[in-house]
């Protein structure tokens, strides 16, 4: 029944001519040049331009998708600096063959962009909502500044010898179907190299634990060597996580030192700043704001957490307790790593030094979030509140 099931899908591929699902350009989506051509038309069209491939995978039902077109590819900044770098094209993950894209390529969080050169290699992924200018800071440092991902065997060949329990699970919802840890471990089993691009993937989405759990840790290294060190790495911390949401949800500090140790051995060199990171949050999650801190600032002095986590802190923090010596605290670890031309930061700080009873610093910040909020065209409203408070 597989090779009957497999015999059918590669007909249907083949009627399809493996177009993408795509969205041309209109006035939502503004001045990002999406084309609507089947993928080996892409890479024709990328290596004659000399351009490379950008994908943006999506769904139906991706809230953060739609946000995306209306925000970020609709900015005329970000559509002329992909526009001239990049052949564009959108693929819904769960239709036709961007089910088969999405297979390949692992693609399970939305919205996803996935970057290829001239012969169909991926080269870079980046994910999630991003504004405009950190969107396209983003793609420059993923594709132009930074190691491209291991090249793969074959990067056209869309067929794999995915079970059909995989092929299921990223149909559209009310068509999607789910395999028993039974029946993965089994195929697994039977498989000769856990390397493999089926093998991985069937790994990559269903392992959460248990003896497969152990063989990926075990095999990190020649993972890393053909996907690349952030899927490989990603996908250990997220099992070592599930322990971090366990030791959370029973408020249990013993759970969450196993769970550290775990990692050490999953993450090997990379443990050190996911031992930062799943420490703050579990400080931040059982309200222990005096511990958070501290972990933040020890991340900064041991160099495992840099100026983004020291922010992010005091963000938390801010949003957490309007606490005078916490408040201190925390735009303490935040001010030299603020952007001062950034309407949310600036914002941020002014409130913190506000209930830190730091008027003078409070009213700096509050007038320089007014400015740039106002050279944005925004809202002042948040940044006249501070500075009538401080009247």
């Not at 992924?125 to 065997?153: D, I, N, W, Y």
């Not at 290294?221 to 599930?242: H, M, Q, S, T, W």
Request: aromatic residues 10%.
């Amino acid at each position: 029944m597989e090779k009957v099931n497999a015999g059918i899908r590669i007909a249907a591929r083949a009627l399809t001519g493996l177009l993408l699902t795509v969205a041309s350009v209109d006035g939502a989506q503004g001045q990002t040049a999406f084309r609507e051509s089947a993928f080996s038309d892409l890479i024709t069209e990328a290596r004659e331009e000399r351009k490379y491939i950008m994908i943006d995978a999506y769904t139906d039902w991706c809230g953060w998708c739609k946000t995306m077109d209306r925000e970020t590819f609709a900015d005329s900044a970000t559509g002329a600096y992909l526009n001239e770098r990049f052949v564009n094209a959108k693929i819904n993950a769960e239709e036709g063959f961007g089910i088969d894209f999405a297979m390949k390529y692992r693609v399970s969080q939305f919205p996803q962009y996935l970057f290829f050169d001239g012969e169909g290699q991926l080269i870079a992924r980046l994910s999630g909502f991003m504004k405009p200018k950190g969107f396209t800071a983003a793609v420059q440092e993923a594709v132009f500044e930074s190691a491209h991902l291991p090249k793969g065997p074959a990067p056209l060949d869309f067929e794999g010898d995915f079970p059909d329990f995989y092929r299921n699970s990223f149909r559209k919802n009310k068509e999607r179907t789910y395999p028993s840890a039974a029946e993965v471990e089994g195929w697994l089993d039977s498989r000769e190299d856990l390397t493999d691009e089926a093998s991985w993937g069937v790994m990559h989405r269903f392992i959460g634990g248990g003896k497969y759990a152990l063989r990926m840790a075990e095999l990190r290294e020649p993972l890393i060597e053909k996907y690349g060190r952030d899927e490989v790495i990603g996908k250990l911390a997220a099992l070592v996580f599930n322990d971090v949401k366990t030791a959370i949800k029973e408020g249990n500090e013993e759970i969450l030192f196993n769970a550290l140790r775990a990692g050490d051995s999953f993450l090997g060199e990379d443990a050190p700043r996911y031992r930062l990171r799943y420490t703050m949050y579990y400080y931040q999650m059982t309200d222990d704001l005096d511990r958070y801190l501290q972990t933040a600032a020890s991340g900064l002095r041991a160099g495992t957490a840099d100026g983004k986590i020291a922010v992010q802190a005091a963000a938390t923090v801010g949003a957490k307790t309007a606490d005078p010596d916490l408040s201190a605290r925390a735009v303490g670890l935040a001010a030299p790593f603020i952007d001062h031309e950034d309407y949310e930061e600036t914002l941020l700080a002014a409130t913190l030094y506000l209930r830190a009873d730091d008027p003078g610093k409070a009213r700096e910040f509050a007038e320089k979030a007014k400015k740039n909020a106002a050279e944005a065209g925004d809202p002042t409203e948040a940044a006249d509140a501070v500075l009538n408070d401080l009247k």
